[in-house]
């Protein structure tokens, strides 16, 4: 069994950065492509990075192409969340999550199989 535990979240201006980790507790930890899903109020779960467990491919939600960067240390057995020039709409509580069955991580949150507890993102205009 894995377990997820992120942190990093807090409140930011708009045009600011945050760092968001996830720790990765359990056994063949760095053998899953991972990704970062987020929620805001009232709307559904969506995809915003993942990595393959190599780290060398990433995929990418078309809304944060180029602002935010997903990597990961196997040697940690962390997966970041490098996010810049953060927007109000970008507010959210973020998730990682393990995806045991893709190589570079689905964009469909169902594919994932465990989940952290998540951490809030909040971009103040």
């Known amino acids: 069994q894995v377990q997820l535990v992120e942190s990093g979240g807090g409140v930011v201006q708009a045009g600011g950065s945050l760092r968001l980790s996830c720790a990765i507790i359990?056994?063949?930890?760095?053998?899953?492509?991972m990704g970062w899903f987020r929620q805001a109020p009232g709307k559904e779960r969506e995809f915003v990075a993942s990595?393959?467990?190599?780290?060398?491919?990433?995929e990418y939600a078309d809304s944060v192409k180029g602002r935010f960067t997903i990597s990961r240390d196997n040697a940690k057995n962390t997966v970041y969340l490098q996010m810049t020039n953060l927007k109000p709409e970008d507010t959210a509580v973020y998730y990682c999550?393990?995806?045991?069955?893709?190589?570079?991580?689905?964009?469909?949150?169902?594919?994932?199989?465990?989940w952290g507890q998540g951490t809030q993102v909040t971009v103040s205009s």
């Open positions: 359990g056994r063949a930890s760095s053998s899953y492509a």
């Open positions: 999550a393990r995806d045991p069955s893709t190589y570079s991580g689905s964009n469909d949150y169902t594919q994932y199989d465990s």
């Open positions: 990595t393959s467990w190599t780290g060398v491919t990433t």
